[in-house]
């Protein structure tokens, strides 16, 4: 019984102690310990762990900065759960049927989870938008909602059929002397299957380019500038309550969104004068009922 284990009696000579070491290498206690899969390292553990404390986006990035080993733990799995257990509607959706099925979302997990609890905010000037002189640097979010019926609002007529979900906008507040009081609002977003959407489809027939300055801030791929492309519909503007024209939006090849604008605050009767004078837009508020995924608390 003692061979099986590779034990032998004390009184047998080295050389077999060392024969029957080599034949079970899988033994050694050296081999088992880096296999990566003991301890804190376990998939299974870290599963457990992140789930007692209801998936910390904020923890997890710091453990993912540990060593390589947790971090390919955290994107493949770490992530992937968070998005599942904090925002399970929205990642029902966008894993649906005529999606990528679950574990190959567009960018991946990681980026999805960096852009439901992460707003970029605005660092650089882009073609039609210039930021305030202090730029808003990107910061973790306490509550971030997201809606399909806010992302509609983004899309022109013929691109409705499309799923996006869109957030509110971050509002940051701009520097002492800015332009009339206003706030600069950052606003993100997601597709579901975009590669076999109208929206990429529209941008293709129109021969859009790909912007040479601009990245996307969640998974790092190239970006087209809606603004750029003519596809940026005026219920857009009504929908983040800013002025007509003082907002650009990006879509990077895997889906994501990005964008900025200009918030106006508004007394009650500006806001009356406002909402009377939208009756033609584009867009139209009947299905405000539904779509709303609600909030995902950081």
Known sequence: MNRIYGLQPATMESSSRRRSCKSLPNSSPARTASDGNTGIMDEKVLFLVFRSINWDPQVICLVACLSRRLRAVARRVLFRELCAARAPLMVAALTASGAKPLGRLGGGWYALA?????????????????????????????????????????????????????SDPCEHPEAPGGCGGEDLGAYRGVFRGFMRSRTRACLLRKRAELEARVRCPYCG?????????????????????????????????????????????LSSSDSDHYDANDSDDDDSDEDDKEGDEGNVPC
């Open 114 to 166: 960096k852009l439901l609890f992460f707003c970029c905010g605005c660092a650089a000037a882009t073609r039609f938008f210039s930021p305030v002189e202090t730029p808003a640097k990107g910061h973790f979010v306490g509550v971030s909602r997201f809606s399909k019926t806010s992302g509609r609002s983004f899309l022109p007529r013929r691109c409705w059929g499309d799923l996006l979900f869109v």
């Open 221 to 265: 791929a190239r970006v087209w500038s809606m603004t750029a492309a003519g596809l940026v519909p005026r219920s857009a503007a009504r929908r983040l309550g800013a002025h007509q024209g003082s907002l650009e939006y990006f879509v990077c090849v895997n889906g994501h969104l990005h964008g900025y604008c200009r918030l106006a605050h």
